[in-house]
């Protein structure tokens, strides 16, 4: 083979290969917050809240960041989240509900003793759309281990609007309205 013929062989093969290369993806997390480093050691006995998986439409419950444009669903083409939506979502709620109690034990694991409350979330909405906007329909249980308390519920829909331009702009919408429903749902003690 000629020195002319294996340069431009070896061209060719470099350009097919450029031309297959596809952008690195970029793996996103909601940030849940982390405990402090300073927290005080729980009690012997705390009062445990086992956040049980959030329930999604199965159409989001993907590692696909969607943004919403008229009756279309687009996927982005260089982010994904880094685990399932209901999966994300549910240790978001979990870590952000604890620094609201770090008087108790609020954990999406499960424990050996049953729990003294669990805490029950359906979304059957999650939506950013090309025009900047989010919102998440969303109902809630807190269900008591004893009988004789209540059982608190709770339904709202929450908004929020920004720019959509980015991966990390989905990203940052998407927390937003999950902070919002965080601050909703009330996980205090006994009434």
């Known amino acids: 083979m000629s020195p002319a013929r294996r340069l431009f062989v070896t061209l060719a093969l470099a350009g097919l290969v450029a031309s297959c290369a596809s952008p690195s993806l970029t793996l996103y997390t909601l940030g849940a917050p982390t405990a402090p480093a300073d927290a005080a050691p729980l009690g012997a006995k705390p009062v445990v809240i086992e956040v049980r998986r959030v329930a999604v439409p199965d159409y989001l419950d993907t590692q696909d960041i969607l943004v919403q444009d008229g009756n279309t669903l687009v996927r982005s ?6 685990t399932r939506v209901s999966v994300g979502v ?15 034990l609020v954990t999406d694991q499960p424990q050996i003793e049953p729990p003294n409350y669990r805490l029950f979330i359906t979304i059957s909405a999650l939506e950013v759309t090309r025009a900047g906007s989010a919102t998440l329909d969303a109902d809630w249980q807190v269900v008591p281990r004893n009988p004789a308390q209540p059982t608190r519920r709770g339904r709202a829909q929450f908004t929020a609007s920004g720019p959509v331009a980015t991966d990390q702009d989905v990203v940052t919408l998407t927390t937003n309205v999950l902070r919002q429903l965080v601050d909703a749902i009330d996980i205090a003690g006994p009434r």
Do not use: V
Request: net charge positive; charged share 25%.
């Open 77 to 82: 083409t260089q982010g994904r989240w880094a």
């Open 90 to 104: 549910t240790r978001f709620l979990t870590a952000s509900l604890a620094q609201r109690r770090p008087d108790a």
